[in-house]
C-alpha cells in the first residue's frame, strides 16, 4: 500500500483558491491524499453556491476519504 497523507482543510482551501504552494504540493504529492470528514464538513461551511459548489463536490468526490477506507477505525492512526 502506498504512504497516505491526511490533507488538512487550510491547505485544500488555499489549493482551491490557486494559491502556488499550496498547488505546488498537492501537484508534487507522492502519498495518497486522504480526506477527513471534518476536513470536508469545514470545505462545505464555506462554499459559495453554483460553480464553487460543483467544484467542490468534483474535487472531493476524486479524493479517498477516511470513512471510505475500511481499516479507519479499527487502528489508530497517529499524525
Keep these: 500500500m502506498n504512504s497516505l497523507v491526511l490533507l488538512d ?3 485544500l482551501i488555499d489549493f482551491l483558491r490557486g494559491q ?3 498547488v505546488t504540493y498537492l501537484e508534487n ?3 495518497t ?3 477527513s470528514v471534518v476536513a470536508v464538513a469545514e ?3 464555506g462554499v459559495r453556491d453554483g460553480n464553487e459548489r ?3 463536490e468534483a474535487f472531493v468526490a476524486s479524493v479517498p476519504s477516511l470513512k ?3 481499516w479507519v ?3 489508530q492512526i497517529l499524525l
Excluded: M, N, Y
Design 20 to 22: 502556488p504552494l499550496a
Design 43 to 45: 470545505l462545505f461551511s
Design 9 to 11: 482543510s487550510d491547505v
Design 54 to 56: 460543483r467544484s467542490l
Design 29 to 31: 504529492l507522492t502519498e
Design 68 to 70: 471510505k477506507i475500511p
Design 73 to 75: 477505525g479499527q487502528r
Design 33 to 35: 491524499p486522504l480526506l
